[in-house]
């Protein structure tokens, strides 16, 4: 009895053992591969930790950080939403979590957006997944929402987006929403680039910004501009309602007064405290000049799908833009060839490259995809609207100027007589061919005269386009090499610098481990 006992039992251990076997061994077969990637992404991540943010955080000056805790309270003590692709949150099933898809999410759009483009196509897809849009967070509008404490107040909480230069955690205003981490987006140009594209808008816009006003202030040039507006993108990662308040001067006035008080070490110290933070800060950073990867990895972690917006589909900071950006204001614009025609100050090529980019023109890239165009829908896609010929307009200053040259009875009679045009060739419209043809196929006639008419306003567009980026170059150049445009904006290029090196990071992960 007891043998039979000890057999059953050891029967039993041994089947338990041979099943924990085959479990582990069939866990361990599913699980090397997903370990395998875990592990070279961890260790990229690891290696390049020091690159991601240019700063050793352990090694932050405890003077820095002295002085954040007692004068920048607010910025020691933020808590979002970390860097979806450098923290590790798509590995492993679950790639898209609750927390970065379905929290408050505040983007900050340092570039220039003339005419709204990206404010329109983020309150589109906002509507479209039932979402509410704050107004946009300029610095007047923040301060407003910041300071509210009746009406809107009470809804605050209901506001999932937010976005503009001055939207750095306007999601956790005054603690409303506390308790749940928000997720943040920086979007960020070339400084030198924004600050000329600014430049010119304020002068076509007429916004009554402190800035604007400035710029259109007589005799103020792009440098002495740029040198007396500092750094906005350092600025917007420092505000604090507070810095506005008891006083009479705008809100972005105040926090302008209150970092030039503050000394360059001082300055230089906070920016290295803040780029420490940028993966710990940003959920997703994006470059304007990659503006469409970008946005495809802000899809891929909030869901938003900006990239879809169609007039953000060939959106480029150094690029024309290819539609006007409203009906309404297409008619106000001058023509392009003003930019090329004579030599224009950098203040007059600015304005007058500011209504430029709204008007319609070509680029390359669109000329490129119109040649490969299979059908009229594609076209649309890649080509900017050309003037067509109204032929009614042409067929009557055709008849009016032939009128001149129709001076007697006899001219009179052969033109009336249609048999007299049998033989004549219609060389006024650069297309060959005889009248009995043309009269039996006029839509074709005409359809070959506006492609003639299409391939030289393009090839005339291109030129422009040409010209108008030299230009934009030259004086891009010029501004780069100003030491000191260079020293005004140190914080914001120092700032850039970084964003590219985090941006790099979350494209080689998006990329090569994600998107694929």
Request: proline content about 3%; some cysteine.
């Amino acid at each position: 009895m007891w043998d039979v006992h000890n057999t059953c039992l050891a029967v039993a251990i041994m089947s338990v053992l041979l099943s924990c076997a085959v479990i582990w061994s069939s866990l361990t077969a599913q699980d090397s591969p997903l370990t395998r990637q875990e592990k070279e992404v961890m260790r990229m991540l690891s290696e390049l930790n020091q690159t991601i943010t240019g700063v050793d955080k352990g090694g932050q000056s405890k003077d820095v950080l002295r002085f954040v805790s007692s004068t920048l309270p607010w910025l020691a003590k933020l808590d979002a939403l970390g860097n979806y692709f450098t923290g590790g949150n798509f590995l492993g099933a679950n790639k898209y979590h609750q927390k970065y898809t379905h929290g408050v999410l505040s983007i900050l759009t340092h570039f220039q957006d003339l005419g709204g483009i990206f404010a329109d196509c983020l309150q589109d897809v906002a509507f479209d997944h039932r979402q509410a849009v704050s107004p946009e967070m300029t610095y007047e509008n923040r301060f407003l929402w910041d300071r509210s404490r009746d009406g809107i107040y009470r809804h605050k909480h209901k506001f999932k987006l937010h976005y503009g230069t001055a939207a750095f955690f306007s999601c956790d205003a005054l603690g409303v929403v506390s308790d749940k981490k928000c997720g943040h987006v920086l979007l960020m140009q070339d400084p030198i680039r924004m600050a000329m594209a600014e430049y010119g808008s304020c002068h076509v816009e007429l916004r009554d910004d402190p800035w604007c006003r400035l710029a259109r202030s007589p005799g103020v040039s792009v440098e002495e501009w740029i040198i007396a507006r500092g750094n906005p993108v350092f600025k917007s990662l420092v505000y604090n309602p507070i810095l506005c308040l008891h006083t009479k001067a705008s809100c972005e006035e105040n926090l302008h007064t209150f970092l030039a008080n503050l000394t360059s070490t001082i300055n230089t110290n906070l920016v290295s405290y803040i780029i420490g933070n940028l993966d710990s800060w940003f959920s997703v950073v994006g470059l304007h000049e990659h503006l469409a990867d970008s946005l495809a990895m802000l899809h891929h972690v909030t869901r938003l799908p900006l990239h879809q917006c169609h007039q953000l589909s060939h959106l480029a900071s150094s690029v024309p833009r290819q539609k006007p950006l409203a009906s309404s204001r297409h008619s106000k614009l001058p023509s392009l060839p003003s930019l090329v025609e004579n030599s224009q100050s950098d203040v007059s090529f600015l304005v007058e490259l500011s209504v430029a980019e709204n008007k319609l023109i070509s680029s390359l890239p669109a000329l490129e995809l119109r040649q490969s165009a299979n059908s009229e829908s594609d076209r649309d896609r890649t080509l900017p609207d050309v003037d067509v010929v109204d032929f009614d307009v042409w067929e009557a200053n055709h008849q009016e100027n032939n009128s001149i040259i129709v001076d007697n009875d006899s001219d009179v009679d052969m033109l009336q007589n249609e048999d007299n045009f049998k033989d004549l060739n219609l060389n006024d419209t650069g297309i060959s061919d005889d009248y009995e043809d043309y009269d039996n196929d006029e839509d074709e006639s005409q359809e070959k005269l506006r492609e003639v008419m299409e391939d030289h306003q393009l090839t005339s567009d291109t030129r422009r386009y040409l010209e108008t980026n030299r230009q934009r170059e030259n004086l891009y150049i010029k501004l780069s090499r100003n030491q000191k445009v260079l020293n005004a904006l140190s914080l914001d290029l120092s700032l850039y610098e970084a964003v590219k090196r985090l941006y790099s990071i979350q494209s080689r992960i998006f990329f090569n481990s994600i998107h694929h």
